[in-house]
């Protein structure tokens, strides 16, 4: 799941999706994000994602 704050360019989204593949990859010297992203690494149910999601203080729902 990507949440970014609005009005984001497309380079921006693009870094950002290679940072993720790199991270699902676990590729080393990855750099951590800047302070107003967050990654989050949320499994099982919609339910679980949407808790795991909330105490990482991330603003977003789930939607089905």
């Known amino acids: 799941m990507l ?3 609005p009005g984001r360019s ?3 989204h693009d ?5 993720l593949i790199g991270r699902a990859f676990e590729a080393d010297g990855l750099l951590p ?3 107003m992203f967050k990654a989050v690494d949320a499994t099982g149910s919609a339910r679980d994602c949407q808790q795991q999601l909330d105490q990482a203080g ?3 729902q789930m939607q089905a």
Not at 15 to 19: L, S
């Open 10 to 12: 497309e380079l921006e």
């Open 3 to 5: 949440a970014m704050p």
């Open 33 to 35: 994000l800047a302070d």
């Open 58 to 60: 991330v603003k977003a």
């Open 15 to 19: 870094c950002i999706a290679r940072y």
